[in-house]
């Protein structure tokens, strides 16, 4: 349920493009911005948000573009990570604090990188979730590599022809997609096969985790048959025409203060290589200022919802010290 005290207000970020913002904790605190992932909403953040309130910080989290209450674009070529740090730049200018921290989960996490990495004068340290940095190789795009290792069966693959995710998707029932994906536990990525479909790719029997009430479902599920799942799956549709925009930042380092929390069972940690990378340097050479690296055990992907107290420690013990 959406805890005591939160505010919602949209905001404009860039011209005709509102965002719907959450806001929980006194207005003169210093600002966290909370970036959500795939298939998530502001509604990701609620147990952060209440504890950071708590700690007199001031909570932000939008519904990224294309989500929940927040406008969408038509165009798949509107969802690149320049135009969502570009939102992000505009939300932070709409707080008017001259830095804030930043939190960011699966794409958000991404997307916080990106943000660190373009205008590191915007923030103070950051927390990312899941997804660890890799700056731009002039080898090939993230798709290219992914398609290489998995070949096209990889769902990000999927992922890329309009329609075809979205036709899959309407297959489902919308409480029982959110509880199936929230769900998922097997550390690997979701390959599938022709005859299969994200969701039965998934090793979830669409029961509600533990960690979620059946309220919680209905948030999603509301939210989700109003929006549908384009605008989130547009982020997967410019994967490559991220990695064209972003030559000049081939190799680049992020420098901003960092602390990095993954799951064991994030089917993110468990793809070929990037436990070497996180553990032995890899990570660190890229991040120069990671100060710490915390892996949970027996925690998959929505690690801020499964485990939300220990979470919401780590990001406020951690910027307690700026």
Same mark, same amino acid.
């Given at each position: 349920m959406e805890p005591e005290g939160v505010r919602h207000r949209m905001v404009e970020v860039a011209k005709g493009l509102r965002l719907h913002v959450a806001e929980a904790g006194p207005e003169d605190g210093p600002a966290v911005l909370l970036v959500h992932g795939f298939p998530d909403l502001w509604y990701g953040w609620r147990h952060q948000m209440a504890a950071l309130a708590a700690r007199g910080f001031r909570a932000v989290a939008p519904d990224m573009r294309g989500y929940g209450d927040s406008d969408a674009p038509p165009s798949a070529a509107s969802y690149t990570t320049f135009h969502l740090v570009g939102d992000l730049v505009a939300l932070i200018a709409d707080l008017a604090q001259p830095q804030v921290f930043v939190v960011g989960h699966d794409w958000g996490a991404l997307v916080a990188w990106h943000l660190c990495?373009?205008?590191?004068?915007?923030?103070?340290?950051? !927390?990312?979730?899941?997804?660890?940095?890799?700056?731009r190789s002039s080898e090939g795009s993230p798709l290219q590599a992914i398609r290489a290792l998995c070949?096209?069966?990889?769902?990000?693959?999927?992922?890329?022809?309009?329609? !075809?995710?979205?036709?899959?998707?309407?297959?489902?029932?919308?409480?029982?997609?959110?509880?199936?994906?929230?769900?998922?536990?097997?550390?690997?990525?979701?390959?599938?096969?022709?005859?299969?479909?994200f969701f039965d790719s998934l090793d979830s029997d669409g029961t509600c985790p533990p960690w979620l009430s059946e309220e919680d479902i209905s948030y999603y599920a509301d939210k989700f048959e109003k929006t549908g799942f384009t605008g989130g799956l547009n982020y997967y549709r410019c994967m490559d025409l991220n990695w064209e925009l972003s030559a000049p930042w081939?190799?680049?380092? !992020?420098? !901003?203060?960092?602390?990095?929390?993954?799951?064991?069972?994030d089917v993110t940690y468990n793809v070929p290589g990037v436990k070497d990378y996180i553990h032995k340097g890899g990570l660190k050479a890229n991040v120069p200022n990671l100060e710490d690296v915390v892996v949970m055990e027996g925690v998959s992907h929505f690690c801020n919802q499964e485990k939300p107290n220990e979470v919401s420690d780590h990001i406020c013990e951690f910027f307690s010290k700026f």
């Open positions: 990495l373009l205008r590191p004068d915007l923030v103070r340290a950051l !927390v990312n979730l899941s997804v660890a940095y890799h700056p070949g096209e069966d990889h769902y990000m693959c999927r992922f890329q022809e309009p329609g !075809v995710a979205e036709a899959e998707f309407a297959l489902y029932d919308m409480s029982h997609k959110f509880k199936t994906v929230f769900g998922m536990r097997k550390p690997a990525p979701p390959i599938l096969p022709k005859d299969k479909t081939t190799g680049a380092p !992020v420098k !901003v203060a960092t602390k990095f929390i993954v799951g064991d069972l």
